[in-house]
C-alpha cells in the first residue's frame, strides 16, 4: 500500500536520516549528489567543496533534499524537501555549524581547522536549504 | 582521496546497483525519486506508475540518474548519468522489459498481467534513459 506521510513521519525520517540526495538544475538538466546533512526543523545545513553543485546553486538557488530508508523494493519511505539554497558567509554561524556537522559526521574533513592554520581563506562551503515544502510518501 | 571514476568503474556501478535516484526538472524545480532500474550498457530501464515523475518527464525529458556505493563518509562512489526520456508503447519491447525488470526485481508488482486478466489497458508506465553523459568519482 503506497501512502502520504503525515508531517511527524516525514521531519523524522529527516532529521534521523545521514544522507540526502541534493537535486539542483543545471542550465535546465538536473543534476544530483549525495551529501551528508543536518536538519534542524526548518534548515538543512550542508558542507561542500567548491565544485559543479555549487556553481550551479549560485546560479539558480532552487533545490530539493531526498531522503529515504530502503528495505526493499516494496517497504520504503521517501521523502522530498524542497527549498531555496542560501551560503553561510558570518564566521560565528560557520563555526557553529560546521561543529555540528562534524559532530555528527566526524570522519568530514575539518577543513576550517586546516585552513586557519596556514593562514589561507577557508575554501570549504557551508550552505543551508530553507525548506520551505515537504512532501513524503511510503510503501508498505 | 577524491578521483574521477574510469570507464569501466562508471559502467560497472551502473550495471550492479538496484536503485538510483532519478533527477528531473518540474517548471525549472529539481525533482528527486528513487527508482528501481536495470542499465544495459546503452539505456537504464524503469518500471513505474503514473504521475508527478512521469508528468514532468512527458514536458522535459532531461534525466538524470545518480546511483552510488556508500560506505562511510569518505569510502564511496558515485555515478551520474545523464540522458533523455522515451516511453515504450510497443507491447513486444514492453512485454520484453517488463519481464527484465521483474526478474530483477520479484517484489515489484506485475501490472501488466493484472491489467491483462480484467481487460483494462494498462496503466504500467515502462521508460528508460538514453544514457549519453557519464561522470563518476569515488573518494577512499
Redesign the interface.
Known amino acids: 500500500m503506497i501512502r502520504r506521510l503525515d508531517h511527524e513521519e516525514e521531519r523524522k525520517l529527516l532529521s534521523t536520516r545521514r544522507?540526502a540526495?541534493l537535486?539542483?538544475?543545471i542550465n535546465?538538466?538536473?543534476?544530483?549528489?549525495?551529501v551528508?546533512y543536518i536538519f534542524d526543523g526548518e534548515y538543512a545545513y550542508v558542507h561542500s567543496l567548491p565544485g559543479r553543485k555549487i556553481t550551479a546553486l549560485r546560479a539558480?538557488p532552487?533545490?530539493?533534499l531526498?531522503v529515504?530508508l530502503?528495505e526493499?523494493?516494496?517497504h520504503?519511505q521517501?521523502v522530498?524537501a524542497?527549498g531555496d539554497f542560501e551560503e553561510i558567509h558570518d564566521p560565528t554561524e560557520r563555526a557553529y555549524y560546521l561543529g555540528k556537522l562534524l559532530a555528527r559526521?566526524p570522519?568530514?574533513?575539518p577543513v576550517e581547522s586546516a585552513m586557519a592554520e596556514d593562514a589561507e581563506p577557508p575554501s570549504i562551503i557551508l550552505f543551508r536549504i530553507r525548506i520551505d515544502k515537504i512532501c513524503g510518501i511510503s510503501e508498505s
Open positions: 544522507i540526495r537535486g539542483c538544475v535546465g538538466e538536473p543534476y544530483v549528489v549525495p551528508n539558480h532552487r533545490a530539493c531526498q529515504d530502503i526493499d523494493t516494496c520504503w521517501s522530498l524542497f559526521y570522519l568530514l574533513t
